[in-house]
């Protein structure tokens, strides 16, 4: 049989071959150029969009808040990437925000004790220095005599070391806070008693209590086993019942209690007849530096921080804590 046939075949296949597969190739180049393109141009998007949202590198941090990354289809697999992103974005402006917050909250606070000490300082540097005159008697010049000028100045470093103590008080309650929005664990939890420790912490207002009147009672602490940290919940307990003492009242009752909650945990209850929190109030106790206008009329000294600082040892410890209506209170 003649092969002719059959070569010529071959030969319109080797034709055939030549002509489209460097065709199909240069399709196959075209389509994957294509389909490359398409699907990396949204993560060229967010990689734009995250050059202007860090911007350059000499560039001043400013307050504004923090850009977005744009989303072309949240569903597919670099949308869900960009969520995420965003979702960190949007925490880090949180962050950020309550730092700036936390920080012109505190020079706040520390302006006024500061500006007090300066010029009481300023008065006592300012007060004239005069011969002693006949029987202690004033200076020709009208200046007061040498005792009353040292009563002054004496009175004024009262004042000075007052102001000082205070703010130095406020200062470790602000690096507390500062610790705690670090999230670094500060709580060494042990085995003991929460009772003990509650009235060996409260204890301490006795004589509080007294100079204000007010009545202190300790005879709920029942024998209570938990897991604490002792220095840390003597810093709550401090919190709670200087609170409870400042706005009670002469006359009136601050109680303190403790006692199993029958599901292997403790309940620590503060309960006093003072002025109370109004209720509209009661979810903003727990912000930093607020203070409702009925205390800081009743105390004005007081710096908002006791409450969050309460809190936040509630937490390390896993514990909540709430404000509520005293039963004796409620008619």
């Known amino acids: 049989a003649s092969r002719e046939p059959l070569d010529h075949a071959l030969e319109r296949m ?56 744009p989303i072309a289809d949240p569903r597919d697999e670099v949308g869900q990437l960009g969520t995420r992103v965003n979702a960190l974005l949007a925490r ?3 962050a950020l925000a309550q730092q700036r ?38 200076a020709p010049d009208g200046s007061l005599p040498p005792d009353a000028a040292g009563d002054d100045a004496r009175a004024a470093l009262a004042d000075v070391a007052a102001d000082l103590a205070r703010t130095s008080t406020l200062v470790d309650t602000l690096l507390r806070l500062a610790r705690a929005d670090a999230a670094l664990p500060q709580a060494a939890l042990a085995d003991g008693w929460l009772d003990d420790v509650v009235a060996d912490a409260a204890a301490a207002f006795h004589g509080a209590a007294r ?16 897991r604490l940290d002792a220095t840390l919940v003597h810093h709550l307990v401090g919190v709670l019942v200087d609170n409870a003492i400042r706005y009670t009242p002469a006359g009136g009752r601050v109680a303190v209690r403790v006692a199993p909650d029958g599901a292997g945990g403790a309940v620590l209850e503060v309960a006093d007849d003072g002025i109370g929190i109004a209720p509209a109030d009661r979810a903003h106790v727990w912000e930093r530096f607020w203070r409702g206008a009925e205390a800081r009329r009743r105390a004005p000294e007081g710096s908002g921080l006791g409450l969050p600082i309460a809190r936040w040892v509630a937490e390390q410890h896993g514990a909540t804590i709430s404000v509520g209506v005293n039963p004796a209170m409620a008619s």
Not at 49 to 69: F, I
């Open 92 to 94: 880090l402006d949180g």
């Open 211 to 226: 100079q204000a009147g007010v009545t202190l009672d300790l005879a709920g602490l029942e024998e209570t086993p938990a």
């Open 14 to 69: 080797d034709l055939a071959l030549a002509v489209s597969a460097p065709l199909a190739l240069a399709l196959a180049w075209a389509f994957g150029f294509w389909l490359t393109g398409r699907t990396l141009r949204p993560l060229r998007a967010m990689t734009a969009a995250t050059d202007r949202v860090v911007g350059p590198p000499d560039a001043p941090v400013t307050a504004a808040p923090l850009g977005r990354l």
């Open 101 to 138: 917050r936390f920080l012109g909250d505190a020079a706040h606070e520390l302006r006024t004790p500061i500006a007090r000490m300066r010029s009481r300082v300023e008065l006592a540097l300012l007060a004239p220095a005069c011969p002693p005159g006949p029987n202690g008697a004033s």
